[in-house]
């Protein structure tokens, strides 16, 4: 793992502001880190579950660390870095005779955020917290602790608004009463006012600790109590044993998989890209925008690439999400359009509602349940990428609990939507009213729709028989002969004319997406090795926005397009550069397992990454050549196809 020390991010100056700021997290617990310019270590603490009164996501602390001695000044050498390896952010300062070193940690096990102060010279810690937050009662004068309380909700005029009160009656709201807020304490250290913790004394090492809390509580005394009994549950290990089992985790993390890239300049900065982003999505975790919009589009990035880095265990806080918001869902459905299933809207809350902007807040020529805004008021496809990426879980990290109380619900759920909405025209599927992702907002048979069904019913009629009922297979399998075909512009065969289009009829254009290239991906219908792979090639280049779509470099790996995968590279490594470059390695449907399907020459490489049926491929090319390729299980090598 030594090549991770050359992704580590470093500077050599403070940064000054937020713009400058270095990331850690746990998945549910993160920390944005800078200093000033006048010296001073600026911490933003954000929880995923942090839900203020409208629903938005909000910031839980800002808090102002000041040493004295101040070190970190312009003209003082210094040195901030951010350690992947680790986990861990560090700052130093100073020559040999009175260096300082701040580590910062988010533990990995544990919701608390550590920070360690060790200096040659004596150090005096002042840390006060920043904003309007409530102080919170504490009964230990070594801590500052402080809270915000939603005293009041929008889910109740949010339910009467969307047509979902009478279910809502029933249900808790998530809002009300939902308090979040931090403990501060440390060793050594006492509370001066309502936000301020000093040292007693300046000393050559100081322990810091900040411990957040989110919890749904009656009365505040109940929070205060459920915090303190979460810090005496946290500090029951030393600090020397938790910061062990962090390290481990981060590890362990690395471990599991990894692309490691040389050859030229161009493919190291590829490896550094790669490594920062899989830490930005494992620090992440499922969080909801500042305006409190889940958005599947936007949190996919986040995902898809977890399945081939082995990364499970972080997936499953997105299937809980959709299947906690799963009954809210159907009672929508029954409400809005009078018969049964599921749909998620593109942009919601995460217990399932719509943002009252999007829906609407003046309902006048608005039907029951129709969203005022119209990116969004038939963009109902997320819901089927969300089974596609649930059964590549499935595939890959098989459990039979997972696909009896969390994949089979919301399959059954969404399928009976698509199932009961449209109407038949000739035996076959009418997807209308309908629209083509975000992009053509009016269109009849929009090919994600279709290519979506299709690829999530065939995945679905491969689950074990023991798994399915005969019923619900024969329902989806008579759906499966409904579908329309994918839309195509068909030509002469034998001057290869054809290629797909966005619906069978489309018009009102409004973003840059190729909605037309989703049966390249996400639902992988065409691709290397599989029959019509020149139509899809043919609709790649044909497309109407070129290097404009964040999908293209993936789409362009799933088709072997080396040369445009490499231009786009040259563009910036975005979000789905770490799933493209998985799939330039390795390509996988059910058995079958495709190694370099989309390798550039010129590109050395040591990897790991997994596979269906709970395989990992591990590989080495130099020069040129494949030197190592080892399949676990062995019993997988029969299913091996190399590439090149």
């Known amino acids: 793992m030594d090549y991770l020390d050359q992704c580590d991010v470093i500077f050599d100056s403070p940064g000054g502001d937020r713009s400058c700021s270095m990331l850690l997290g746990n998945g549910d617990i993160s920390l944005l880190i800078w200093v000033e310019r006048n010296g001073n270590v600026v911490l933003e603490l954000n929880k995923s579950d942090a839900w203020d009164e409208i629903g938005r996501q909000a910031l839980i602390g800002k808090i102002r660390l000041a040493l004295q001695p101040n070190l970190f000044v312009d003209g003082t050498p210094f040195r901030q870095r951010l350690h992947f390896r680790e986990g861990q952010v560090t700052v130093a300062a100073g020559g040999l005779k009175d260096r300082v070193e701040v580590c910062l940690w988010v533990d990995a096990n544990q919701p608390v955020v550590r920070i360690e102060i060790e200096s040659k010279i004596p150090i005096a810690l002042q840390a006060t917290v920043e904003g309007a937050q409530q102080p919170a009662p504490s009964t230990d004068g070594n801590r500052v602790q402080w809270l915000h309380r939603n005293s009041s909700s929008v889910w109740p005029a949010t339910m009467h608004l969307q047509s979902t009160n009478d279910w809502a009656a029933g249900d808790i709201d998530p809002l009300l009463y939902r308090t979040f807020g931090v403990a501060m304490e440390g060793e050594g250290m006492r509370a001066i006012n309502h936000s301020t913790l000093q040292t007693v004394s300046a000393a050559n090492r100081s322990i810091f600790s900040i411990h957040p809390r989110v919890s749904r509580a009656v009365e505040v005394e109940d929070w205060v109590r459920e915090l303190s009994q979460q810090i005496e549950s946290t500090n029951k290990k030393s600090l020397q044993q938790a910061h062990g089992e962090h390290q481990n985790w981060w590890r362990a993390f690395w471990e599991r998989s990894y692309i490691q890239i040389t050859g030229n300049a161009s493919a190291e900065a590829v490896t550094r890209a790669y490594a920062r982003q899989r830490f930005i999505n494992a620090c992440c975790g499922l969080a909801p925008d500042p305006d409190g919009g889940f958005r599947l589009e936007v949190a996919r990035l986040q995902y898809w690439p977890m399945l081939a ?117 000739d035996g076959k599927v009418r997807f209308a009213p309908a629209q083509s992702l975000d ?91 599989k029959p019509d792979v020149s139509v899809a090639r043919r609709t790649f280049e044909r497309r109407e926005f070129k290097g404009r779509s964040a999908l293209d470099v993936v789409q362009a790996a799933l088709l072997g397009s080396v040369d445009e995968i490499q231009a786009l590279f040259a563009r910036g490594f975005h979000s789905f550069g770490m799933l493209a470059l998985q799939y330039m390695l390795l390509q996988c449907d059910h058995e079958r397992i495709l190694i370099l399907p989309a390798w550039p020459n010129g590109w050395d490489v040591e990897w790991k990454l997994h596979a269906p049926m709970r395989t990992t491929v591990e590989g080495i090319i130099r020069g040129g050549e494949l030197r190592k390729l080892t399949i676990t299980p062995e019993v997988r090598e029969k299913d091996v196809i190399l590439a090149q």
């Open 309 to 425: 880095s082995g990364d499970f265990a972080m997936m499953r806080p997105l299937f809980q999400m959709c299947l906690d918001a799963l009954p809210m869902a159907l009672q929508r459905t029954h409400t809005y359009f009078s018969h049964r299933g599921a749909f998620f809207p593109a942009v919601m809350h995460p217990w399932g509602s719509y943002l009252n902007s999007d829906f609407g807040m003046k309902r006048d020529g608005l039907a029951v349940g129709e969203a005022q805004n119209r990116a969004i008021r038939y963009h109902w496809s997320g819901s089927l990428e969300l089974l596609a990426i649930m059964l590549d879980h499935e595939l890959y990290a098989f459990t039979e609990e997972f696909s009896q109380s969390t994949l089979l619900p919301l399959a059954d759920a969404i399928i009976t939507f698509y199932d009961r909405h449209y109407p038949r025209v």
């Open 439 to 529: 992009a053509w907002l009016e269109a009849i048979d929009p090919l994600p729709e279709i290519a979506g069904v299709k690829w999530v019913l065939e995945g679905l009629l491969r689950l074990p028989q023991e798994l399915v009922s005969n019923e619900r297979r024969s329902q989806w399998q008579r759906l499966l002969g409904e579908l329309p075909p994918l839309p195509m512009r068909r030509g002469s065969e034998k001057l290869g004319a054809n290629y797909l289009i966005p619906a069978v009829q489309y018009d009102d254009l409004r973003s840059c997406e190729n909605p037309e290239l989703a049966a390249v991906f996400p639902y992988r219908i065409y691709g290397i090795g």
